[in-house]
């Protein structure tokens, strides 16, 4: 009989861990939506140039939705977050990924080749 209570406790322990990931997934799925909802009053070409990332964690009813508005200007950013921070629930935590100065930004990677030889540049 102690084999079978075994086997019936991994799999009350699986069953449990499913669980508590749905749950995870539907509350991440649930501020996506939110977020999204409040955000639809916005023009297109704004939404298309915008990055949502939601995460969660497993035993916590927190969840952190990050919006990337890096190519968005500072009054249209202003304009999309009064609404926004009305909305959300306490548990729910907004970061925003935005530059508000006006000087582009780049990234320079560089790798080695060998011996001797400048590696090349590249700008992205």
Do not use: K, Q, Y
């Not at 449990?16 to 749905?22: D, T």
């Amino acid at each position: 009989m102690s084999g079978l209570g075994f086997v019936a406790l991994e799999i009350a322990l699986i069953a449990l861990v499913l669980v508590l990931l749905n749950a995870r997934d539907r509350r991440r799925e649930r501020a996506l939506a939110l977020v999204l909802d409040v955000l639809d009053t916005c023009p297109r070409t704004l939404l298309s140039s915008m990055a949502l990332h939601a995460r969660a964690r497993l035993l916590s009813r927190r969840v952190t939705v990050t919006l990337d508005m890096t190519d968005w200007a500072r009054a249209d950013i202003l304009a999309a977050l009064t609404p926004l921070a009305g909305a959300l629930p306490p548990h729910v935590a907004l970061v925003i990924g935005a530059r508000l100065d006006l000087t582009p930004s780049a990234a320079v990677s560089a790798s080695a080749r060998g011996r001797g030889t400048p590696a090349p540049l590249r700008l992205s």
